[in-house]
């Protein structure tokens, strides 16, 4: 091997090294997961089971981050759905996508209030697990499509759900990897039908 190439691979290992050992930023997944302004579940002050439907347009409205925001009806029948995009000012790994904000009628008061909020993001899911730790085996469950799995964890703390796209095979190298969808919800999530995660392709 001549000198040169010598000095390049040795370059080259060098910068991969010390981007090995820098340690994860964790502070926007730590701010999404674990938020100190109010209480879980909770995003960007928006809370399941307590914020009502005009609040949620204030508050996404009133954020420096939020761009596009569009109501629908969901089929579940009744029910609103809010969505918004984020306006390019948001940290980049917020950034995949629409996100939205269910709400549930209550017919005793009338009132809509929220039901969950999910955001798609660029952060790889190990990072939920390094910040919220192993889950039950009864939280997690996966569904299997031609060439991928789907994995879905429920994290009854925090009432966070992860969820995420694998490509087969699945590992759990693949499994760390994948960006997640995350939601709150102050309701379980019910696994019936999903096989265990280590049964997927």
């Not at 029910?79 to 306006?87: K, S, T």
């Not at 085996?137 to 429920?154: M, N, S």
Request: aromatic share 12%; charged share 15%; glycine share 6%.
């Amino acid at each position: 091997m001549s000198s040169v190439a010598f000095c390049l691979l040795f370059l080259f290992t060098g910068i991969i090294a010390v981007i090995r050992v820098q340690p994860f930023d964790d502070h926007t997944i730590r701010t999404i997961l674990l938020p100190s302004d109010c209480s879980a579940p909770c995003f960007m002050g928006i809370q399941p089971g307590v914020t009502q439907i005009s609040e949620v347009y204030t508050l996404l409205e009133a954020n420096p981050w939020v761009g596009k925001i569009s109501s629908h009806i969901y089929t579940g029948c009744c029910g609103i759905a809010l969505d918004w995009w984020w306006n390019g000012k948001q940290p980049a790994a917020l950034e995949n996508g629409k996100n939205t904000v269910y709400f549930v009628f209550d017919p005793a008061t009338g009132i809509q209030k929220v039901q969950n909020v999910a955001i798609h993001t660029q952060i790889a899911a190990g990072y939920a697990i390094l910040d919220l730790g192993a889950w039950s085996k009864d939280d997690a469950g996966a569904l299997q499509g031609l060439d991928h799995a789907y994995v879905e964890v429920f994290y009854p703390q925090q009432s966070v759900q992860v969820s995420t796209l694998v490509p087969c095979p699945l590992s759990r190298w693949r499994l760390w990897d994948a960006p997640m969808t995350m939601a709150f919800n102050r309701d379980s999530w019910s696994m019936s039908g999903m096989k265990q995660i280590s049964e997927m392709c």
